[in-house]
Protein backbone atom coordinates (compact mmCIF):
# COMPACT_ATOMS: atom_id res chain seq x y z
CA UNK A 1 0.00 0.00 0.00
CA UNK A 2 2.44 1.98 0.92
CA UNK A 3 4.48 1.43 -2.31
CA UNK A 4 1.56 2.54 -4.71
CA UNK A 5 0.97 5.87 -2.73
CA UNK A 6 4.86 6.64 -3.02
CA UNK A 7 3.85 5.54 -7.13
CA UNK A 8 1.26 7.87 -7.28
CA UNK A 9 2.73 10.72 -5.88
CA UNK A 10 5.80 10.32 -8.27
CA UNK A 11 3.12 10.49 -10.99
CA UNK A 12 1.05 13.19 -9.79
CA UNK A 13 4.47 15.23 -9.35
CA UNK A 14 5.53 14.46 -13.21
CA UNK A 15 1.89 15.27 -15.16
CA UNK A 16 2.38 18.63 -12.79
CA UNK A 17 5.09 19.35 -14.24
CA UNK A 18 4.16 18.68 -17.84
CA UNK A 19 1.35 21.02 -17.47
CA UNK A 20 3.56 23.67 -15.98
CA UNK A 21 5.87 23.09 -18.87
CA UNK A 22 3.11 23.29 -21.38
CA UNK A 23 2.03 26.63 -20.03
CA UNK A 24 5.35 27.80 -20.31
CA UNK A 25 5.93 26.85 -23.33
CA UNK A 26 2.44 27.79 -24.97
CA UNK A 27 2.90 31.54 -23.55
CA UNK A 28 0.22 30.98 -21.30
CA UNK A 29 2.56 30.45 -17.71
CA UNK A 30 3.71 33.44 -16.22
CA UNK A 31 7.66 32.82 -16.70
CA UNK A 32 8.20 33.49 -20.31
CA UNK A 33 10.90 35.40 -21.61
CA UNK A 34 9.60 38.95 -23.85
CA UNK A 35 10.94 39.07 -26.77
CA UNK A 36 13.94 41.14 -28.04
CA UNK A 37 12.87 44.78 -29.53
CA UNK A 38 16.06 46.60 -29.68
CA UNK A 39 16.83 47.93 -33.55
CA UNK A 40 19.70 46.43 -35.87
CA UNK A 41 22.10 49.27 -34.63
CA UNK A 42 22.38 48.46 -31.30
CA UNK A 43 25.01 45.77 -30.10
CA UNK A 44 26.44 44.79 -27.14
CA UNK A 45 30.45 45.27 -26.18
CA UNK A 46 31.80 42.05 -26.92
CA UNK A 47 33.25 42.23 -23.24
CA UNK A 48 32.51 43.83 -20.53
CA UNK A 49 34.92 46.80 -18.67
CA UNK A 50 35.91 46.58 -15.23
CA UNK A 51 35.43 49.07 -12.64
CA UNK A 52 39.16 49.12 -11.51
CA UNK A 53 38.60 49.90 -7.90
CA UNK A 54 35.83 47.77 -7.49
CA UNK A 55 37.06 44.94 -9.22
CA UNK A 56 33.46 44.57 -10.87
CA UNK A 57 32.45 44.31 -14.46
CA UNK A 58 30.36 46.24 -16.49
CA UNK A 59 28.24 45.50 -19.85
CA UNK A 60 28.24 48.30 -22.16
CA UNK A 61 25.66 48.83 -24.90
CA UNK A 62 26.21 50.42 -27.98
CA UNK A 63 23.58 52.84 -30.37
CA UNK A 64 25.33 53.49 -33.58
CA UNK A 65 23.46 55.75 -35.71
CA UNK A 66 21.83 54.43 -39.34
CA UNK A 67 23.66 53.59 -41.92
CA UNK A 68 26.81 54.39 -39.67
CA UNK A 69 29.08 51.40 -41.39
CA UNK A 70 28.40 53.45 -45.11
CA UNK A 71 29.37 57.16 -43.85
CA UNK A 72 32.46 58.74 -42.49
CA UNK A 73 31.58 61.56 -40.66
CA UNK A 74 31.92 62.18 -36.54
CA UNK A 75 28.82 62.13 -34.39
CA UNK A 76 28.08 63.33 -30.26
CA UNK A 77 27.96 61.26 -28.03
CA UNK A 78 25.66 60.56 -25.32
CA UNK A 79 26.43 58.23 -22.03
CA UNK A 80 23.55 56.49 -20.40
CA UNK A 81 23.04 54.60 -17.41
CA UNK A 82 20.84 51.88 -16.78
CA UNK A 83 21.84 50.47 -19.91
CA UNK A 84 19.39 47.31 -19.74
CA UNK A 85 16.31 49.13 -19.34
CA UNK A 86 17.27 51.80 -23.18
CA UNK A 87 16.61 49.92 -25.96
CA UNK A 88 15.21 46.27 -25.25
CA UNK A 89 12.01 44.78 -23.52
CA UNK A 90 13.99 41.51 -23.21
CA UNK A 91 16.08 42.99 -20.82
CA UNK A 92 14.54 45.78 -19.48
CA UNK A 93 12.96 46.10 -15.74
CA UNK A 94 10.04 47.37 -16.48
CA UNK A 95 9.92 48.26 -20.10
CA UNK A 96 12.23 50.06 -22.56
CA UNK A 97 13.17 53.57 -23.09
CA UNK A 98 12.86 53.63 -26.91
CA UNK A 99 15.84 55.33 -27.02
CA UNK A 100 17.12 53.92 -30.38
CA UNK A 101 13.90 53.98 -32.29
CA UNK A 102 13.53 57.41 -30.75
CA UNK A 103 16.80 58.39 -32.43
CA UNK A 104 16.40 56.38 -35.68
CA UNK A 105 13.00 58.50 -35.95
CA UNK A 106 15.10 61.99 -35.22
CA UNK A 107 17.77 61.35 -37.70
CA UNK A 108 14.75 61.22 -40.35
CA UNK A 109 13.27 64.00 -39.27
CA UNK A 110 15.79 66.45 -38.44
CA UNK A 111 18.93 64.66 -39.77
CA UNK A 112 20.84 65.24 -36.30
CA UNK A 113 22.94 61.82 -35.43
CA UNK A 114 24.05 60.65 -32.39
CA UNK A 115 26.13 57.38 -30.71
CA UNK A 116 25.00 56.21 -27.26
CA UNK A 117 27.07 54.55 -25.12
CA UNK A 118 24.96 52.76 -22.11
CA UNK A 119 26.18 51.25 -19.18
CA UNK A 120 24.48 48.82 -17.61
CA UNK A 121 23.14 49.17 -13.82
CA UNK A 122 25.04 46.44 -11.14
CA UNK A 123 21.67 45.09 -9.70
CA UNK A 124 22.17 44.67 -5.89
CA UNK A 125 25.12 47.45 -6.15
CA UNK A 126 23.65 49.79 -8.01
CA UNK A 127 22.49 52.65 -5.78
CA UNK A 128 26.00 52.56 -4.72
CA UNK A 129 27.69 53.27 -8.10
CA UNK A 130 24.87 55.42 -8.94
CA UNK A 131 26.15 57.91 -6.26
CA UNK A 132 29.54 59.98 -4.95
CA UNK A 133 27.98 60.11 -1.70
CA UNK A 134 27.17 57.65 1.41
CA UNK A 135 23.61 56.78 2.53
CA UNK A 136 23.05 55.57 5.76
CA UNK A 137 20.62 53.17 4.38
CA UNK A 138 21.97 52.21 1.54
CA UNK A 139 25.70 52.06 2.65
CA UNK A 140 29.20 53.51 0.97
CA UNK A 141 29.24 55.32 -2.17
CA UNK A 142 30.93 54.28 -4.83
CA UNK A 143 29.84 56.60 -7.49
CA UNK A 144 33.40 57.74 -7.75
CA UNK A 145 35.08 55.08 -8.98
CA UNK A 146 32.04 54.36 -11.54
CA UNK A 147 32.67 57.70 -13.27
CA UNK A 148 36.40 56.90 -13.48
CA UNK A 149 34.71 53.51 -15.11
CA UNK A 150 33.21 56.01 -17.92
CA UNK A 151 35.51 58.72 -18.03
CA UNK A 152 39.12 56.56 -17.73
CA UNK A 153 38.31 53.51 -19.99
CA UNK A 154 34.82 53.50 -21.68
CA UNK A 155 35.37 56.87 -22.96
CA UNK A 156 38.63 56.30 -24.14
CA UNK A 157 37.59 53.01 -25.56
CA UNK A 158 34.93 54.80 -27.56
CA UNK A 159 36.82 57.80 -29.03
CA UNK A 160 39.43 55.38 -30.32
CA UNK A 161 37.69 52.32 -31.74
CA UNK A 162 34.37 54.41 -32.94
CA UNK A 163 33.93 58.17 -35.20
CA UNK A 164 33.04 60.22 -32.37
CA UNK A 165 33.58 64.27 -31.51
CA UNK A 166 35.45 63.88 -28.59
CA UNK A 167 35.14 67.59 -27.56
CA UNK A 168 32.84 68.57 -24.46
CA UNK A 169 30.33 70.34 -26.14
CA UNK A 170 29.52 67.48 -28.24
CA UNK A 171 29.68 64.98 -25.09
CA UNK A 172 26.51 64.59 -22.98
CA UNK A 173 25.46 62.56 -20.34
CA UNK A 174 21.81 61.23 -19.57
CA UNK A 175 20.20 59.39 -16.32
CA UNK A 176 16.86 58.90 -14.59
CA UNK A 177 16.30 58.23 -10.83
CA UNK A 178 19.76 57.56 -9.69
CA UNK A 179 20.96 57.95 -12.47
CA UNK A 180 19.92 61.21 -12.74
CA UNK A 181 22.16 61.99 -9.71
CA UNK A 182 25.18 60.49 -11.08
CA UNK A 183 24.49 62.73 -13.77
CA UNK A 184 24.01 65.70 -11.88
CA UNK A 185 27.83 65.12 -10.44
CA UNK A 186 29.68 64.61 -13.70
CA UNK A 187 28.17 67.72 -15.03
CA UNK A 188 29.42 69.46 -11.98
CA UNK A 189 32.66 67.31 -11.39
CA UNK A 190 33.50 66.61 -15.02
CA UNK A 191 33.24 70.15 -16.59
CA UNK A 192 35.74 69.17 -18.75
CA UNK A 193 34.33 66.05 -20.24
CA UNK A 194 30.44 66.48 -20.14
CA UNK A 195 28.93 69.96 -21.79
CA UNK A 196 25.39 68.56 -21.75
CA UNK A 197 23.48 66.63 -19.44
CA UNK A 198 19.33 65.48 -19.08
CA UNK A 199 18.91 64.86 -15.64
CA UNK A 200 14.96 62.98 -15.42
CA UNK A 201 13.58 62.31 -11.76
CA UNK A 202 16.71 62.93 -10.03
CA UNK A 203 17.45 61.41 -6.63
CA UNK A 204 18.28 64.06 -4.96
CA UNK A 205 16.47 62.60 -1.93
CA UNK A 206 19.44 59.97 -1.35
CA UNK A 207 21.97 62.28 -0.18
CA UNK A 208 22.21 66.27 0.66
CA UNK A 209 25.12 66.36 0.28
CA UNK A 210 24.29 66.99 -3.85
CA UNK A 211 23.42 70.21 -2.76
CA UNK A 212 26.81 71.34 -0.91
CA UNK A 213 28.53 69.79 -3.59
CA UNK A 214 27.03 71.86 -6.36
CA UNK A 215 27.76 75.04 -4.76
CA UNK A 216 31.45 73.91 -4.32
CA UNK A 217 31.52 72.84 -7.79
CA UNK A 218 29.82 75.41 -10.05
CA UNK A 219 28.96 74.09 -13.26
CA UNK A 220 29.92 75.98 -16.62
CA UNK A 221 28.08 79.16 -18.22
CA UNK A 222 28.38 77.05 -20.97
CA UNK A 223 26.95 73.24 -19.68
CA UNK A 224 23.63 72.71 -20.98
CA UNK A 225 21.86 71.24 -17.85
CA UNK A 226 18.05 69.89 -18.33
CA UNK A 227 16.30 68.81 -15.21
CA UNK A 228 12.82 66.68 -16.01
CA UNK A 229 10.36 65.31 -13.12
CA UNK A 230 6.42 64.31 -12.76
CA UNK A 231 4.17 66.34 -10.87
CA UNK A 232 2.81 62.79 -9.87
CA UNK A 233 6.38 61.73 -8.40
CA UNK A 234 6.03 63.47 -5.13
CA UNK A 235 6.14 66.09 -2.73
CA UNK A 236 9.93 65.63 -2.11
CA UNK A 237 10.88 64.93 -5.62
CA UNK A 238 9.27 68.41 -6.39
CA UNK A 239 10.73 70.24 -3.27
CA UNK A 240 14.34 69.14 -4.18
CA UNK A 241 13.94 69.73 -7.61
CA UNK A 242 12.94 73.13 -6.80
CA UNK A 243 15.55 73.88 -3.82
CA UNK A 244 18.07 72.54 -7.22
CA UNK A 245 16.49 75.30 -9.35
CA UNK A 246 16.88 77.80 -6.87
CA UNK A 247 20.87 76.99 -6.15
CA UNK A 248 21.45 77.01 -9.98
CA UNK A 249 20.02 79.97 -10.62
CA UNK A 250 21.69 81.89 -7.54
CA UNK A 251 24.94 80.90 -9.13
CA UNK A 252 24.22 82.62 -12.21
CA UNK A 253 23.94 80.11 -14.54
CA UNK A 254 22.87 81.22 -17.90
CA UNK A 255 18.88 81.02 -17.97
CA UNK A 256 19.48 80.26 -21.95
CA UNK A 257 21.45 77.39 -20.48
CA UNK A 258 18.69 75.72 -18.06
CA UNK A 259 15.26 74.01 -18.40
CA UNK A 260 13.66 72.76 -15.66
CA UNK A 261 10.34 70.61 -16.85
CA UNK A 262 7.45 69.27 -14.88
CA UNK A 263 5.52 67.14 -16.66
CA UNK A 264 1.75 66.96 -15.70
CA UNK A 265 0.64 63.67 -14.54
CA UNK A 266 4.07 62.07 -15.24
CA UNK A 267 5.37 59.48 -12.57
CA UNK A 268 8.64 57.97 -11.76
CA UNK A 269 8.91 55.12 -14.18
CA UNK A 270 10.08 54.71 -17.91
CA UNK A 271 7.24 55.84 -19.89
CA UNK A 272 7.92 59.48 -18.48
CA UNK A 273 11.55 59.46 -19.69
CA UNK A 274 11.30 57.63 -22.39
CA UNK A 275 8.14 59.65 -23.47
CA UNK A 276 10.49 62.70 -22.52
CA UNK A 277 14.15 61.45 -24.04
CA UNK A 278 13.97 63.33 -27.62
CA UNK A 279 12.44 66.82 -26.28
CA UNK A 280 15.63 66.64 -23.98
CA UNK A 281 17.99 65.53 -26.48
CA UNK A 282 16.46 68.69 -29.03
CA UNK A 283 16.71 70.69 -26.59
CA UNK A 284 20.20 69.96 -25.31
CA UNK A 285 21.95 70.02 -29.13
CA UNK A 286 19.50 72.92 -30.60
CA UNK A 287 17.79 70.93 -32.71
CA UNK A 288 14.59 73.08 -34.41
Known amino acids: MRNWIASLSRLLFLVMGMVFTFFVLSGCGEVIQRPTSAA ?39 YMHDGQNLFDNATAYAEEWGVDESLNALAKTSGRKFIVVAIDNGGDFRMNELSPWANKRFGEAQGKAYMQLIVDVVKPYIDNNYRTK ?21 IHNYPDVFGKAAIFSPSYWYSQDVFSDTRLHRSKDSARLYVLYGSNEGDGMIADTDKMQRLIKEQGHPRENMQFVSIAGGQHNEQLWGDSFTDAIEWLFEIH
Open 40 to 78: SNVSVLPYPFLIPELDRQRTVRLYLPPNYEHETQSYPVI
Open 166 to 186: VDVKNTAMMGSSMGGLITHYA
